[in-house]
């Protein structure tokens, strides 16, 4: 964690998912190989920073070199945030007061992690017959 590279930030303009479990991983990783674009999976505030870890590394397992961005969204918590650092969130969203933005993005690059900017718009694959199809078309459209 701490000697860890910083992760990088994603690219603003990948597309920005709402994980909301293993299969929206999976299918992400499975576009983003396929469209050579990577995703930014947002797991909600409700997901703990354990969860979130773990369903990175079972999505991994079968695509490792995918990139990816797995943020936890941390609301307006910044002691959330800090919380999914330690636990080895590679990537946080959080809104909490600006005086404390400098300072948890300072803690996030000496954990090997990124503080992010809420994606503005996220896709919601619940109830998509095709997940694959609807995340082909976040990778075609020019906002992402």
């Known amino acids: 964690m701490a000697g860890d590279a910083a992760a990088p930030p994603p690219d603003p303009m990948s597309p920005a998912l709402l994980l909301t479990g293993l299969a929206d991983a999976e299918a992400a990783l499975a576009v983003a190989a396929e469209k050579a674009r990577p995703f930014v999976l947002v797991a909600p505030f409700g997901a703990g920073p354990l969860w979130l870890v773990g369903v990175e590394a079972l999505a991994r397992r079968s695509r490792p070199d995918v990139p990816a961005v797995f943020a936890l969204d941390c609301g307006d918590a ?61 990778c075609d459209t020019p906002d992402g």
Do not use: Q, S, W
Request: overall charge positive; glycine content about 8%; charged content about 25%.
């Open 78 to 138: 910044p002691g959330h945030a800090l919380h999914a650092l330690r636990a080895g969130v590679k990537a946080v969203i959080c809104d909490g007061p600006a005086e404390t933005r400098p300072a948890l993005a300072a803690i996030a690059a000496a954990c090997g992690a990124v503080l992010l900017d809420r994606p503005a718009r996220l896709l919601d694959l619940r109830g998509r017959r095709d997940a694959a199809a609807a995340l082909r078309a976040a």
